[in-house]
């Protein structure tokens, strides 16, 4: 069973991937309007990454932001490029499903690792499912910063 503070990153990545999720459609329609398709998802799911980066930080893992987890965050969605990529591919030219709705169908298969991995990168000192416990010094172990330390509750909230 998935910790509380674990339950709660989860449902807030949720939440900011819907929001990351309607901003790059949106973004990509837009950019559809003057460039092929594959040029209109790129650009898309590189602004609205870097608005997931933000997000995610503030709201998800409740970290500060930095360069070094701006610079890594990237890395995160490189598994989610190349499935929503290959998906966009394979929906528009392979099934001729059409390249409206592509995007949105392949975006699915790529969540689960993308919260894994961004996870990784924004609570590097974090366990993958560590329970929320109180140490000797009333601290939760999935809120350490860059350095790896433990901040107490108080700061994460």
């Known amino acids: 069973m998935p910790s509380r503070s674990l339950s709660r990153q989860i449902v807030a990545f949720a939440v900011v991937g819907v929001v ?3 901003t790059y459609y949106g973004l990509y329609l837009l950019f559809l309007i ?3 398709y594959l ?3 790129t650009l898309a799911f590189t602004l609205s990454m870097t608005g997931s980066f933000f ?3 503030r709201f998800t893992y409740r970290t500060r932001p930095t360069w070094r ?3 890594l965050f990237p890395l995160t969605n490189v598994t989610n490029f ?9 929906i528009v030219d392979v099934l001729h499903a059409g390249h409206r709705f592509a995007p949105l169908l392949a975006s699915a298969a790529a969540i689960p690792v993308t919260f894994v991995v961004s996870r990784r ?3 590097p000192g974090a366990r993958p499912a560590a329970p929320v416990t109180t140490g000797d010094c009333g601290t939760r172990p999935d809120t350490a910063g860059d350095s790896g330390e433990v901040r107490g509750t108080a700061d994460a909230a």
């Open 55 to 57: 997000l995610n930080a």
């Open 82 to 90: 190349v499935i929503t990529t290959a998906g966009v591919y394979v």
């Open 39 to 41: 040029a209109a998802h």
């Open 20 to 22: 990351n999720t309607a």
């Open 121 to 123: 990168v924004m609570l």
């Open 69 to 71: 987890k701006f610079l």
């Open 34 to 36: 003057w460039l092929p």
